[in-house]
């Protein structure tokens, strides 16, 4: 069975930086896509960044140039380093990753205050 661990979330100040880390573990080989996805209280889901198996990543527009993800695909480790943290990245924070079917972590929790 698959799983993916998050951690790194946490309280952090607007202006500071959060590292967010994802362990994925399991029988599989790899994985075509893993990524960041977030939720807001009251929101709905959206894409935070995803990154390539070949390394092509993609964005949300929100937060661009302030954070970055990478991954180690002999690991099956992806991270997210969020600098320049606004209250509005407010979230619970899910990995995410993409083989023959959708996987998902459990979620870490990242809060930014004014």
């Known amino acids: 069975q698959v799983q993916l661990v998050e951690s790194g979330g946490g309280l952090v100040q607007a202006g500071g930086s959060l590292r967010l880390s994802c362990a994925a573990s399991?029988?599989?080989?790899?994985?075509?896509?893993m990524g960041w996805y977030r939720q807001a209280p009251g929101k709905q889901r959206e894409l935070v960044a995803i990154?390539?198996?070949?390394?092509?990543?993609n964005y949300a527009d929100s937060v661009k140039g302030r954070f970055t993800i990478s991954r180690d695909n002999a690991k099956n480790t992806v991270t997210l380093q969020m600098n320049s943290l606004k209250p509005e990245d407010t979230a619970v924070y899910y990995c995410h990753a993409l083989s023959r079917r959708d996987y998902w972590g459990q979620g870490t929790q990242v809060i930014v205050s004014a």
């Open positions: 990154l390539s198996r070949r390394g092509i990543a």
């Open positions: 399991g029988n599989i080989f790899g994985f075509d896509v």
